[in-house]
């Protein structure tokens, strides 16, 4: 049985996978723990618990965190965790749970999620961009998962959009992320004179539904930055397909139906019918661990 790990900000969630399907899942907090050790000895005592209940052992396991470096196994200084120094987590799970483990960039392990159990299977050329807190993305070119010479390759989200744009988490500005994450959605819709108290994507969907000017700017300009970076994405790695994930692009008629439409305008004539766009169809619960999973079996 492998065992998958998703690392998250605030909740990391455990799942036992078998042949494409999640068997059993738990979940502890991923803040609260004296240092990153506790932290590893949490998930470790959940793992035992989770393979003792189904009378298994786990046999590998795989891990998606952000700022994973896939090569090392080591988080890098992830600004969102908890933890403001490097965390070796895949010499730390395999030494508690006496099996092999694989760390690796939380999109990265959704692009293998898509690949071989969603929207990606039997496509060699593959790129799935999370949407969500981060914009996140994940490369299969010719069949392998794109590292990168550091083990960092395919970072997406911090390709510059606008130079000298909005502040990016990452200390830089104007980067793709700023812009099409949450987070930069709200500070669009803010700019665009939106109502006070949107603090999440789906108030603004909700608002552009009943008609709000602002929200469906919001959704304009989103839909249209988005192209550009997908776009732009093409012509370096030629996808045959884009796969999408997370709540952003679930607003089918907000986001998705004029993003293709963009999107295909845009691209170069080289890659006109080519190219497809998706969203992913694996379930939001399943998906992360899938991913993580699938990083298992690599080792």
Request: charged residues 20%.
């Amino acid at each position: 049985m492998i065992l998958g790990i998703d690392i998250g900000g605030t909740t990391s969630k455990l799942g036992l996978v078998r042949d494409g399907q999640v068997i059993a899942r738990a979940r502890i907090g991923t803040t609260g723990h004296a240092d990153d050790h506790a932290f590893a000895d949490a998930l470790a005592h959940e793992a035992r618990q989770l393979a003792g209940a189904h009378g298994t052992r786990i046999s590998a396991i795989g891990i998606g965190a952000p700022n994973a470096n896939q090569l090392t196994g080591i988080i890098e200084m992830a600004p969102n965790l908890p933890w403001k120094h490097d965390v070796p987590l895949a010499r730390m799970m395999a030494d508690r749970l006496g099996a092999p483990a694989v760390l690796g960039n939380d999109a990265n392990a959704a692009a293998l999620g898509e690949w071989r159990y969603g929207a990606g299977q039997g496509i060699n050329d593959l790129l799935v961009v999370t949407l969500g807190t981060g914009v996140g993305s994940g490369f299969i070119v010719n069949g392998q998962l794109v590292l990168g010479s550091a083990g960092n390759a395919g970072e997406l989200g911090h390709t510059i959009l606008i130079p000298e744009g909005r502040d990016c988490t990452c200390g830089r500005q104007g980067c793709l992320e700023a812009y099409v994450s949450i987070r930069g959605m709200i500070a669009t819709y803010q700019e665009c004179g939106g109502a006070p108290g949107a603090m999440d994507v789906k108030t603004i969907a909700d608002r552009g539904h009943q008609g709000e000017q602002a929200a469906i700017d919001c959704f304009r300009l989103t839909t249209d930055r988005l192209a550009i970076g997908l776009v732009n994405a093409v012509c370096a790695t030629g996808p045959k397909r884009i796969v999408l994930f997370g709540g952003i692009a679930r607003n089918g008629d907000l986001l998705m139906a004029p993003l293709r439409d963009r999107f295909h305008a845009m691209l170069l004539n080289i890659y006109k019918g080519r190219v497809d766009l998706s969203v992913s169809a694996l379930p939001d619960d399943d998906a992360a661990l899938l991913g993580a999973a699938a990083l298992g079996t690599l080792e």
